[in-house]
């Protein structure tokens, strides 16, 4: 059984306390964003929008294939430090 450390603890404390203030800026950037663009004249909304939606689209797709490698070479080392021990 893993032991809990002074920093194990601190480590798990800190990784919650970032995760959740990234989000928070993710979520007040993205409410910034949707609300900045009201007040523009149709024509800009629309070309915003199809802004957004083709570079979401490509960050997406990249992202996946970087998350599709990540769990591959997770994986690997998975099964190298099984076969050392």
Do not use: C
């Not at 070479?73 to 998975?78: K, Q």
């Amino acid at each position: 059984m893993l032991a809990l450390t002074l920093f194990h603890l601190f480590r798990h404390v800190l990784v919650v306390v970032v995760l959740t203030y990234t989000v928070v800026k993710l979520v007040r950037f993205i409410w910034t964003f949707s609300v900045s663009g009201e007040d523009w004249p149709r024509s800009l909304r629309m070309a915003r929008r199809y802004l957004v939606a083709n570079v979401l689209a490509v960050r997406l797709r990249l992202f996946w294939l970087d998350f599709l490698q990540i769990a591959v070479l997770s994986l690997v080392l998975w099964w190298v430090v099984s076969v050392q021990l």
